[in-house]
């Protein structure tokens, strides 16, 4: 299915594919929290409804953002994983989760605050990398399982 684009502008293009509520925290699901079947989105304290799930991660693969393959030794179990294209989203999520850190936590003081949170204040850039280089890792690992 083609996607729809309101306009030609390179922002509102942006947010035609991820200006829904849903469709970076999915991303942020895989990237951070190691998220790739559809149970583990399901048991996430998100609470996406399966048939919105369903439907962007449906949508996260036809524009490219992340494949649906099998996993190695279970052909029963669908894996969804972050294309290069996914993972260009990186410093996007890790900008803002900065920018609410830094402008949220008056409005939602329950805003996680750990080493991670501690890591990212530091250096963004290199969380940013960090975090990038973790989910590539773990992918050429499940290559040779």
């Known amino acids: 299915m083609p996607q729809d684009f309101r306009c030609d502008c390179p922002f509102t293009s942006a947010l035609d594919i ?17 998220k790739e079947t559809f149970k583990d989105f399901t048991e996430s304290e998100e609470a996406i409804a399966t048939n919105i799930l369903s439907t962007k991660l449906k949508l996260l693969e036809e524009v490219g953002i992340i494949i649906k393959t099998k996993r190695p030794g279970n052909k029963k179990t669908n894996l969804y994983l972050l294309t290069d294209m996914g993972l260009a989203l990186t410093p996007i999520l ?41 989910y590539r890792a773990k992918l050429a690992s499940m290559v040779y399982e």
């Open 94 to 134: 890790v900008e803002l989760a900065s920018w609410s850190d830094s402008h949220l936590r008056g409005l939602n003081p329950s805003i996680v605050d750990g080493e991670a949170m501690e890591s990212m204040r530091r250096d963004k850039a290199a969380f940013a990398s960090a975090l990038e280089q973790n």
């Open 18 to 34: 991820l200006g829904d509520k849903w469709m970076l925290v999915i991303v942020k699901q895989m990237l951070v929290e190691g």
